[in-house]
């Protein structure tokens, strides 16, 4: 059993930052993928980013070239750091592990991002 806390969240105008972390409880944190997802009123649970065990990472076009995530295994957190920030960005952010062998997804309670115009 996995469980994720988020934080991170909140108000910032158009064109700000804000970073998101995701602290993952358990001693195999290095074995899982991680991802970053968000879901806007009346919209399907989308992903943003992820990052797998072996290293590689994924991007949502919507967000190449202004968000990047990272992770540091010691500190079983992963983060995602939002930069050029618009309102279309505005969503809950969940943070998602999933076991890279029994394929399990574990789910964090989301984060608001609001971004003004």
């Known amino acids: 059993q996995v469980q994720l806390v988020e934080s991170g969240g909140g108000l910032v105008q158009a064109g700000g930052s804000l970073g998101l972390s995701c602290a993952a409880s358990g001693r195999t944190f290095v074995y899982y993928d991680m991802g970053w997802y968000r879901q806007a009123p009346g919209k399907e649970r989308e992903a943003v980013a992820r990052s797998w065990s072996g290293g590689r990472t994924y991007y949502a076009d919507s967000v190449k070239g202004r968000f990047t995530i990272s992770r540091d295994n010691a500190k079983n957190t992963v983060y995602l750091r939002m930069n050029s920030l618009k309102p279309e960005d505005t969503a809950t952010y969940y943070c998602?592990?999933?076991?890279?062998?029994?394929?399990?997804?574990?789910w964090g309670q989301g984060t608001q991002v609001t971004v003004s115009s």
């Open positions: 998602k592990a999933r076991a890279s062998i029994s394929g399990v997804d574990y």
